[in-house]
């Protein structure tokens, strides 16, 4: 309880994402922070997914162009090193990891628009993230106070629920002890 307001749990994982693909490109409203921090989080881990194998494939890839050379320059062939060329594997992880980045883009956009909305700030601050390089850490930084309580210009808060007619519930008092009547 915060003032005059119920605070609801705060959104676990899936259902965080459930909530971020359902409102897939709703810039309108308010995100809560779990919401928005869960979604990120997800982004990371595709990222991460996608990012260790193709760093591995590119170290190999390196390797096998820096001893193609030493067997060219060498007179051999190089024949053998050309079949294990991991080039379509790159590529076809390329292609997948740029689908899925396109996918989960726009929900995680109106996410953090959503989560600006929520501190009380402008969406238009997620321009900062998208041109600026680390500038783009600025809006970022502002998705992480916690929501305003009251409603704003962008709606109701989804985290807070006031009380009914705004009040606190008054603590129930135990039944004071009337004296005999005589």
Not at 79 to 106: G, H, K, M, R
Not at 143 to 156: H, S, V
């Amino acid at each position: 309880m915060q003032g005059n307001y119920q605070v609801k749990p705060m959104m676990g994982f899936v259902e965080a994402i459930k909530t971020c693909f359902q409102k897939y490109a709703n810039f309108k409203g308010r995100a809560r922070r779990s919401e928005f921090w869960w979604f990120y989080l997800l982004g990371c881990i595709v990222n991460c997914i996608f990012y260790i194998p193709m760093n591995s494939l590119m170290a190999k890839k390196q390797a096998l162009i820096n001893e193609g050379i030493g067997v060219a320059l060498g007179g051999g062939d190089i024949s053998a090193i050309e079949a294990q060329d991991p080039t379509n594997t790159i590529i076809l992880l390329c292609v997948v990891w740029s689908i899925i980045a396109l996918i989960l883009f726009i929900p995680q956009l109106a996410a953090m628009v959503r989560r600006l909305h929520d501190t009380g700030k402008s969406g238009n601050l997620c321009w900062l993230f998208l041109v600026c390089g680390i500038g783009g850490l600025i809006p970022l930084l502002m998705c992480i106070p916690d929501g305003q309580p009251q409603a704003n210009q962008y709606g109701e808060s989804p985290k807070y629920i006031p009380n009914q007619m705004g009040q606190m519930p008054q603590p129930q008092m135990p039944p004071q002890q009337m004296p005999p009547q005589v």
